[in-house]
Nanobody, 132 residues
């Protein structure tokens, strides 16, 4: 069974940190580009940060640059998002997604932008709330 299961969300004060995790199972993780996406109530879905399926390239949306760090552990089929200096505007449902197109290269930017609404594998999400 193909699964992506996120964890690590919660309530945190502005300036705080959280580390999100996404564990994949049921498919060959290594060949997939992967990423974190978020959607807040009344707002459009956004590609937060992604990693390519080769070369380890990363992409960050402008609003999180310098604060968030994405990483993947292929041995553990796990994707992480370290989020520091959190702001109220970071509050959203965060979910991870994965995409593969045969053995074709998918850049990190492609994953976050072009597969924003169409990634073939997606988790249910973990809620992040930043509030004092």
């Amino acid at each position: 069974q193909v699964q992506l299961v996120e964890s690590g969300g919660g309530l945190v004060q502005p300036g705080g940190s959280l580390r999100l995790s996404c564990v994949a199972s049921g498919f060959i993780w290594d060949y997939h580009a992967v990423g974190w996406f978020r959607q807040a109530p009344g707002k459009e879905r956004e590609g937060v940060s992604c990693i390519s399926n080769r070369r380890g390239g990363t992409y960050y949306t402008d609003s999180v640059k310098g604060r968030f760090t994405i990483s993947r552990d292929n041995a553990q089929n796990t994707l992480y998002l370290q989020m520091n200096d959190l702001k109220p505007e970071d509050s959203a449902l965060y979910y991870c997604a994965a995409e593969r197109r045969g053995f074709s290269y998918i850049s990190a930017r492609n994953m976050c932008v072009d597969f924003l609404d169409s990634a073939s594998r997606r988790g249910q999400g973990t809620l992040v709330t930043v509030s004092s």
